[in-house]
């Protein structure tokens, strides 16, 4: 079964771990065109903590879809809600997923991608998280305008930050944000991002 959640795309029924897609648009495509050309663009989604690359696709027509293999299970670390948040029926261990990259490996030239509403000043913002369990998060952090109402799976979820008038909510994600280049292009790619391009091969 495929539950498409716009260019979101979680593969596997159920609450199980599953495996997963991310596929996006990158809105400013033409600054890609323009620093790489059209042939043989990749997207990355890069593991910085332990120097891999976990999937890739090829860019088209500023589309692409990675999969996340099923057996890819990343180090986790307890996610520490806030005072005045709770996670039911308990905490989870979460790994935020780190960058994606577009890259051309003939002009060894990278730069990395993000997704939001808007390429420079976003108010709503998504990140991938895996998480080692189903739990529910909710609450109002102690002092401070930061709200959650945030459903993560086991596995993979989509989750958003909102900003607004000082506020900001963490809840699972809505469909359709699109993704755009973050800054300048790295020219040197292969050594600036080294512990990356070492250890995987970019033949797809």
């Known amino acids: 079964m495929v539950r498409s959640l716009g260019l979101l795309a979680l593969l596997g029924a159920g609450g199980g771990a599953g495996a997963v897609a991310i ?31 976990v999937g890739l696709s090829t860019l088209r027509g500023g589309l692409f879809s990675i999969d996340i293999p099923a057996s890819f299970r990343p ?3 307890p996610m520490n809600v806030c005072s005045g948040v709770t996670a ?16 051309q490996a003939g002009k060894n030239s990278a730069a990395l991608l ?8 976003p108010t709503r913002r998504t ?19 930061s709200y959650y109402d945030l459903k993560l799976r086991r596995g993979w979820t989509a989750v958003m930050t909102t900003s607004e008038s000082g506020a900001f909510r963490v809840t699972n994600a809505t469909p359709g944000l699109p993704y755009w280049v973050q800054g300048a292009f790295t020219p040197n790619a292969r050594a600036v991002y080294g512990s990356l391009f070492g250890r995987e091969s970019l033949s797809r």
């Open 23 to 53: 596929e996006g648009q990158i809105r400013n495509v033409a600054q890609v065109k323009a620093q790489l050309g059209e042939q043989d663009v990749r997207v990355l989604l890069a593991n910085f903590t332990e120097g891999r690359i």
């Open 75 to 77: 180090a986790t670390a």
């Open 127 to 145: 990140q991938w998280v895996y998480s080692d369990r189903a739990s529910t998060i909710q609450g109002r952090c102690t002092g401070l305008n």
């Open 88 to 103: 039911r029926p308990s905490e989870p261990r979460t790994y935020i997923a780190e960058s994606l990259l577009v890259y």
């Open 114 to 121: 993000f997704q939001a509403d808007h390429p420079t000043e």
